[in-house]
């Protein structure tokens, strides 16, 4: 099971991540109460060891935005949102090559099966994380979808993508959400913080446990 917290604005809070077993830390390179810089993590990134996957999250970003911000940082991947045109995927994969990650955004809703068609005809992602939203934020809502309306959706197309499951999970329900949607792996960011922008690292730790044990049943 592939883990990832996301939101970091300091080199404590990814630290943390790294110890209690996350694979990824990520950085909101975005409007939100978690939005960091360039500079703020290129400082950060130095002091995480190579083996944790560092991903940008970008919505609405230029590709010579996205690509400073990945060259400066040392990130390893690219979260991107809807808000970016489709070919922006496909110019990445080709700056970058096939060892930086791309994800792509999918927000939950009645045409899910559609977007995950959609999406697994685009050969330059590595995988798909789909979230819920609300009327003023698309990530880090703390809201989660509906895992038994989504539960079909993410079993027919698992075989072919990797989803990532996100939107509302934290320490108490991440195993249920393993257990209902069989993800690929899992992300969150408001579930584990003590406010916006600070972890609270005793539920870094056991985001990472429940998820991990809940896979490995």
Same mark, same amino acid.
């Given at each position: 099971?592939?883990?990832?917290?996301?939101?970091?604005?300091?080199?404590?809070?990814?630290?943390?991540?790294?110890?209690?077993?996350?694979?990824? %830390?990520?950085?909101? +390179? @975005?409007?939100?109460?978690?939005? $960091? &810089?360039?500079?703020?993590?290129?400082? /950060?990134?130095? *002091?995480?060891?190579?083996?944790?996957?560092?991903?940008?999250?970008? %919505?609405?970003?230029? +590709? @010579?935005?996205?690509?400073?911000? $990945? &060259?400066?940082?040392?990130?390893?991947? /690219?979260?991107? *949102?809807?808000?970016?045109?489709?070919?922006?995927?496909?110019?990445?994969?080709?700056?970058?090559?096939?060892?930086?990650?791309?994800?792509?955004?999918?927000?939950?809703?009645?045409?899910?099966?559609?977007?995950?068609?959609?999406?697994?005809?685009?050969?330059?992602?590595?995988?798909?994380?789909?979230?819920?939203?609300?009327?003023?934020?698309?990530?880090?809502?703390?809201?989660?979808?509906?895992?038994?309306?989504?539960?079909?959706?993410?079993?027919?197309?698992?075989?072919?993508?990797?989803?990532?499951?996100?939107?509302?999970?934290?320490?108490?329900?991440?195993?249920?959400?393993?257990?209902?949607?069989?993800?690929?792996?899992?992300?969150?960011?408001?579930?584990?913080?003590?406010?916006?922008?600070?972890?609270?690292?005793?539920?870094?730790?056991?985001?990472?446990?429940?998820?991990?044990?809940?896979?490995?049943?």
């Amino acid at each position: 099971m592939w883990v990832k917290v996301c939101g970091n604005t300091n080199l404590e809070d990814a630290s943390v991540s790294v110890e209690a077993g996350a694979d990824a %830390v990520g950085f909101i +390179f @975005a409007e939100s109460p978690r939005k $960091v &810089t360039v500079a703020q993590v290129s400082a /950060i990134t130095p *002091h995480l060891p190579a083996t944790i996957e560092k991903i940008g999250v970008f %919505v609405a970003a230029s +590709f @010579a935005d996205i690509v400073q911000a $990945v &060259t400066a940082c040392g990130l390893t991947g /690219i979260q991107l *949102h809807a808000h970016h045109d489709a070919a922006m995927a496909a110019r990445l994969r080709e700056h970058f090559g096939p060892k930086t990650k791309i994800l792509q955004v999918i927000h939950y809703a009645e045409d899910l099966a559609a977007q995950l068609k959609a999406a697994q005809q685009d050969r330059s992602m590595d995988g798909v994380l789909v979230d819920s939203r609300t009327a003023t934020a698309v990530g880090g809502t703390g809201v989660r979808f509906d895992w038994q309306a989504a539960q079909r959706e993410f079993f027919a197309a698992s075989s072919h993508l990797r989803l990532i499951a996100a939107g509302g999970l934290k320490p108490e329900n991440v195993a249920e959400a393993i257990h209902t949607l069989r993800p690929w792996g899992v992300d969150s960011v408001s579930g584990v913080e003590a406010a916006p922008g600070h972890k609270d690292h005793e539920r870094v730790k056991a985001f990472v446990r429940a998820a991990k044990t809940a896979s490995a049943k």
